[in-house]
């Protein structure tokens, strides 16, 4: 299938050209038809399978019909509203909307979110948008003020779902939800159908339509995995061993924690490692500029915790490095799924020291198979501190030392 086949209008076309795209994602395929037909939808897919584009084509399309010139902001009232879980996936989805409707001039589009100074985003809002992009809290800050209003409000998103009530947005979605007009169109994509999630979906949507791209509780085929056991105390040596001989560049670094996010950047900069940490005591500034600096180049790796990277949009990402494993196993499969995305392959590396064994295991549990592992020559832990992959069909064997890192980074040397 072809974008062509999807029937999508002209503007809209030239746009999806003009960005090198030249055939949908199985989601775009399977979301698009169903989003044009004005049904509900429950989605799932990860974040780096072509989501967006999943529901903003057909969004940008529906508006586009009735779009008019008109400098009164009263003639562009919200009409599609998309609820996110973090600023960084407001501000990226926000862009692909500009980006998709780049020929769709009169629709216009904005994005809330905290951490941020507010008068900008009334000043947008007071002028009138179409599509607002926006995190619960913020959104309901900008209501209380009355700096919008959602009664003519057609479509509504609920991206990263999962992620959204994991970080306790329920009440806030809740509130919203009293707010808009009681017909009108629900999607609702998360990266898995868990329980709370079908519950939601259950209340939200009408006969929705079903589109299950990502397997529940499974990592992309796409990214290559391995476990590299070593001493707690040299896991930063470690780090930057294998980001030196390996040449790894454009890294995505987890910890558990902001503060170990924090030293662990500080660290890598004294050993003359360019690195940055991106967490949420950093103003939105200060997270921006990381980022940007992250993907031109200027800094090889980006140390985050699990909440600050949640719906990092990195193109092209080619490795993750769990510099700590995550203390739920799911967290572990978010981690990875951050490379590895639109077909491409990628390599997510795990250091792990004898305290994460029963994480370890878990993860395992979790895939249902374990993970290759190996040695890296020089840091062999103490024979007592080696943590244990799990054993059974299909279970790799360790190599104590002269093995190889998974073969992109292998193939930088």
Known sequence: MSFDDL???????????????????????????????????????????????????????????????????????????????????????????????????????????????????????????????????RLLDHLGQRNTGLAQVEVLVLDEADRMLDMGFLPDIQRILALLPARRQNLLFSATFSDEIRRLAGRLLHEPARVEVAPRNTAAETVRQLVIP???????????HLVRRYDLRQALVFTRT???????????????????????????????????????????????????????????????????????????????????????????????CIDEADLLRGVQRLLRRAIPWRVEEGFVPERDAQPRPLRGPGSAVGVRSGGRLPARAAARR
């Open 7 to 137: 029937g999508l209008p002209p503007p809209l076309q030239r746009a999806i050209a003009e960005e090198g795209y030249e055939e949908p994602t199985p989601v775009q395929a399977e979301a698009i038809p169903v989003v044009r037909a004005g049904r509900d939808l429950l989605a799932a897919a990860q974040t780096g399978t072509g989501k967006t584009a999943a529901f903003a084509l057909p969004i940008l399309e529906r508006l586009m019909a009735t779009a008019n010139s008109s400098f009164s902001p009263a003639r562009h009232p919200v009409r599609a509203l998309v609820l996110l879980p973090t600023r960084e996936l407001a501000m990226q989805v926000e862009e692909s909307f500009r980006t998709y409707g780049r020929h769709v001039p009169l629709v216009r589009s904005t994005a809330v979110y905290g951490g941020v100074d507010m008068e900008p985003q009334t000043r947008a809002l007071r002028n009138g948008v179409e599509i607002l992009v926006a995190t619960p809290g």
């Open 230 to 240: 070593v001493d707690r105390d040299r896991k930063e040596e470690l780090l930057a």
């Open 258 to 352: 902001k503060i170990a996010a924090r030293r662990l950047a500080a660290w890598l900069d004294r050993q003359g490692i360019a690195a940055e940490a991106i967490h949420s005591d950093r103003s939105q500034a200060e997270r921006t500029r990381a980022l940007a600096a992250f993907k031109n180049g200027d800094v090889l790796l980006l140390v985050a915790t699990d909440v600050a990277a949640r719906g990092l949009d990195i193109e092209e990402l080619p490795h993750v490095i769990n510099f700590e494993l995550p203390f739920d196993p799911q967290d572990y499969i978010h981690r990875i799924g951050r490379t590895g995305r639109a077909g491409l392959t990628g390599d997510a590396i795990s250091l792990v």
